[in-house]
T-cell receptor, first 111, second 114 residues
C-alpha cells in the first residue's frame, strides 16, 4: 500500500523558476524523506525531516512538514536543467527503516 | 568507492523461467531491501532483511524469493509464479542503528519477459 501521494504528477517549468512539489500521507510518521531519480537510474536521498521539525533547508532545497495536515512540500529554488528528474517522498511508519514511497512527481526544467 | 552494485542492468526472460538478480553492498549496512518500480506507481517493497539469515515479506512478495547468507549480498529470484515480472527492480541498503531510514540505492535492474 502506498502511504504518500505526490502532487502534481508532472511539472514543467523554465530554468530559473522555482518548483514546488507536495506530498500527502495517511498515518503517523517518524520522519519523511525526499528522493530524486534520474531516468533509468537508482534513487538518491535528498533530505530528511523528522516529525518534530517544521522546515529544513539543504542548498537550493527547502522542505516543510505539517503533521496536522499530514503533508509535506519540497521547494527547489532557481531550478536548473539538471534538476530534471522524478521526485519521490517516502515515509517510515515503523522501526526498522521500512520506507513507503509515493508515486512521484516528474519535473522537467526547460532551458 | 562504497556503494551498491546491481547486476545485470538489463535482463530478458522467457515465460516460465526463474531469474536471479544480484545485489551486493560494501557499505557495511545491516539492512537490505528490494523494491519493484512500475511506471506511475512509485516503488513497492518486495522483501527486506535486517540481519543475516533473516528476511521479511514486503507488500508484494508473491512470486519472489530472497536469501541473506552474507551481510553484503541480498539476491532476488523472480520465479515463474510471478504473473507480471516485467519491471524495474531496485535494491537498497540502510544502517539500522542510525534509525533515520535513509536508503542507499543501486542503479537498478530492468527485467523484461518476452
Amino acid at each position: 500500500s502506498q502511504q504518500g501521494e505526490e502532487d502534481p504528477q508532472a511539472l514543467s517549468i523554465q530554468e530559473g523558476e522555482n518548483a514546488t512539489m507536495n506530498c500527502s500521507y495517511k498515518t503517523s510518521i517518524n520522519n519523511l524523506q525526499w528522493y530524486r531519480q534520474n531516468s533509468g537510474r537508482g534513487l538518491v536521498h535528498l533530505i530528511l525531516i523528522r516529525s518534530n521539525e517544521r522546515e529544513k533547508h539543504s542548498g537550493r532545497l527547502r522542505v516543510t512538514l505539517d503533521t496536522s495536515k499530514k503533508s509535506s512540500s519540497l521547494l527547489i529554488t532557481a531550478s536548473r536543467a539538471a534538476d530534471t528528474a522524478s521526485y519521490f517522498c517516502a515515509t517510515d511508519m515503523e522501526y526498522g527503516n521500512k520506507l513507503v514511497f509515493g508515486a512521484g512527481t516528474i519535473l522537467r526544467v526547460k532551458s | 568507492d562504497g556503494g551498491i552494485t546491481q547486476s545485470p542492468k538489463y535482463l530478458f526472460r522467457k515465460e516460465g523461467q526463474n531469474v536471479t538478480l544480484s545485489c551486493e553492498q560494501n557499505l557495511n549496512h545491516d539492512a537490505m531491501y528490494w523494491y519493484r518500480q512500475d511506471p506511475g506507481q512509485g516503488l513497492r517493497l518486495i522483501y527486506y532483511s535486517q540481519i543475516v539469515n533473516d528476511f521479511q515479506k514486503g507488500d508484494i512478495a508473491e512470486g519472489y524469493s530472497v536469501s541473506r547468507e552474507k551481510k553484503e549480498s541480498f539476491p532476488l529470484t523472480v520465479t515463474s509464479a510471478q504473473k507480471n515480472p516485467t519491471a524495474f527492480y531496485l535494491c537498497a541498503s540502510s544502517i539500522l542503528a542510525a534509525n533515520t531510514g535513509e536508503l542507499f540505492f543501486g542503479e537498478g535492474s530492468r527485467l523484461t519477459v518476452l
